[in-house]
């Protein structure tokens, strides 16, 4: 609540259980949650703040495939540019229409999809 104070109770209990917090987890401290709900409740405050701009660094790690499918719907929906690190390949095809490598101290950039990325680098196991 105190990071979206404009937010009616409703739509911040609505914003709860899209990212699975439900009863008494709801009310929980932060300090007593595991470290896969911590990163829900931040990517959820993220997410709900008008933003047009996330940088994220392997924002899947620490998520339970549910909470990983949340999160990918609500980045799919997410009108604004997403810069991320993964390693989650499955999350990489779903999100991406651009793949910027950094390898050797060289930046390449593939503008496509990740299988374009993964064709035209060579990195396609064949």
Same mark, same amino acid.
């Given at each position: 609540?105190?990071?979206?104070?404009?937010?009616?109770?409703?739509?911040?209990?609505?914003?709860?259980?899209?990212?699975?917090?439900?009863?008494?987890? &709801?009310?929980?401290?932060?300090?007593?949650?595991?470290?896969?709900?911590?990163?829900? &409740?931040?990517?959820?405050?993220?997410?709900?703040?008008?933003?047009?701009?996330?940088?994220?660094?392997?924002?899947?790690?620490?998520?339970?495939?549910?909470?990983?499918?949340?999160?990918?719907?609500?980045?799919?929906?997410?009108?604004?540019?997403?810069?991320?690190?993964?390693?989650?390949?499955?999350?990489?095809?779903?999100? &991406?229409?651009?793949?910027?490598?950094?390898?050797?101290?060289?930046?390449?950039?593939?503008?496509?999809?990740?299988?374009?990325?993964?064709?035209?680098?060579?990195?396609?196991?064949?």
């Amino acid at each position: 609540q105190d990071a979206l104070p404009q937010a009616n109770i409703g739509t911040i209990r609505n914003l709860c259980a899209a990212f699975l917090f439900q009863g008494d987890t &709801v009310d929980k401290q932060i300090k007593l949650l595991s470290g896969g709900e911590k990163s829900r &409740v931040v990517l959820a405050t993220m997410l709900a703040r008008p933003l047009n701009f996330l940088i994220l660094d392997e924002p899947t790690n620490h998520l339970d495939i549910q909470s990983r499918e949340i999160l990918l719907g609500a980045l799919q929906k997410f009108t604004g540019t997403v810069v991320l690190v993964s390693h989650d390949r499955h999350f990489l095809r779903s999100l &991406v229409n651009r793949v910027m490598e950094v390898d050797h101290g060289e930046m390449r950039s593939y503008g496509g999809d990740y299988e374009y990325y993964l064709r035209k680098s060579g990195h396609l196991p064949g």
